[in-house]
């Protein structure tokens, strides 16, 4: 018998029942990051709707709202507090 270590001083046995449990880790935290990206990106539409006023308020242009809201990857600070919720 195998044993792994993953991220969060977590063990995977080498077994069946090992491996499934760690597929099925997986398959959340897949399932975890596309939700995760889906806010995101409903979070960076949003920016686009918020009035010039306000964006000014928070020392953001309307080129920097764009510019934003045309990004596809994930903050960094999101993912890491991602993998500290899955430990």
């Given at each position: 018998?195998?044993?792994?270590?993953?991220?969060?001083?977590?063990?995977?046995?080498?077994?069946?029942?090992g491996?499934?449990r760690?597929?099925?880790?997986a398959?959340q935290?897949?399932?975890?990051?596309q939700?995760?990206?889906a806010?995101v990106?409903?979070?960076?539409?949003?920016?686009?709707?918020i009035?010039?006023?306000?964006?000014?308020?928070?020392?953001i242009?309307?080129?920097q709202?764009?510019?934003e809201a045309?990004?596809?990857?994930?903050?960094?600070?999101?993912?890491?507090?991602?993998?500290?919720?899955?430990?």
């Amino acid at each position: 018998m195998t044993t792994y270590t993953e991220n969060c001083s977590q063990s995977i046995i080498e077994t069946p029942f090992g491996l499934l449990r760690s597929m099925g880790q997986a398959l959340q935290h897949s399932f975890e990051v596309q939700k995760l990206k889906a806010i995101v990106a409903r979070e960076r539409q949003q920016l686009l709707e918020i009035p010039a006023a306000m964006l000014k308020d928070m020392g953001i242009t309307r080129a920097q709202a764009k510019q934003e809201a045309q990004r596809v990857d994930l903050p960094q600070i999101r993912m890491a507090n991602l993998a500290k919720e899955r430990c």
